[in-house]
């Protein structure tokens, strides 16, 4: 309708002053039309249809904390690549790294990663958006329209973080599966004793002839 009356001004058929009143009047009915519409789907001041995400906190912040640094300093990664995250961002890449090892993916909620992790919602999305922009792995999006969509899907892409992955990141020092030389006793003239062959045996002197005879 606003369109023809617009057109009909362009054409001469409708005057400016009759166009303006046309244009008034057929605004006022659609705000009266439109006024009595309840709005269906999301209330007003609200983001989303879904209820609000309850706010999550660790029962024991000590003992987070705590977990949160035995993750990190477990070696969840090169140390060439750890260097570019904090210890709560090693912790959550941790949790990431087991799932990719175990699974080949890892399909965790943010809430269950912080969750294992020790750290909030906020910090597990920082190391994930940290370690795409890295090109250290990829996030594949499951969204659902009308509904609630399903956790994201994480594969490590790095070959380096693959291969530490393959090995094993519970090894950190080289020297932590090499059992440590034991002491072994010196004999008399200087050299090592065979295991087994028990204390040196001291020989007697052998005998010697003197002017006196045997002494």
């Known amino acids: 309708m606003s369109r023809a009356i617009w057109q009909g001004l362009s054409a001469g058929a409708v005057g400016d002053d009759d166009a303006q009143n046309l244009a008034e009047r057929l605004h006022a009915r659609r705000s009266v039309l439109r006024g009595e519409i309840k709005p269906v789907g ?9 209820p609000p995400r309850a706010f999550q906190r660790a ?17 969840p990664m090169p140390p060439g690549l750890a260097c ?3 210890v709560a961002e090693l912790a959550v890449l941790r949790i990431v790294g087991d799932e990719v090892r175990g699974q080949g993916a890892c399909a965790r909620t943010i809430d269950e990663i912080a969750a294992r992790a020790g750290t909030c ?5 920082n190391a994930i958006r940290q370690a795409a922009a890295l090109g250290l792995l990829t996030v594949q999006e499951r969204r ?27 090894k950190i020092h080289p020297t932590d599966n090499k059992e440590e030389k034991k002491a072994r006793p010196i004999g008399r003239k200087g050299l090592p004793i065979k295991e087994g062959a028990g204390h040196p045996r001291l020989e007697p002197f052998p005998a010697r002839m003197g002017r006196g005879g045997w002494r």
């Open 42 to 50: 999301i209330p007003p001041g609200r983001p989303s249809i879904f």
């Open 59 to 75: 029962p024991v912040r000590p003992v987070a904390i705590t977990r949160r640094r035995h993750l990190a300093a477990s070696g």
């Open 84 to 86: 570019k995250f904090t």
């Open 121 to 125: 919602r906020r910090m597990v999305q």
């Open 144 to 170: 659902r329209e009308g509904q609630k969509n399903l956790p994201n899907v994480l594969r490590v892409v790095s070959r380096e973080w693959l291969s530490w992955l393959r090995i094993g990141c519970k």
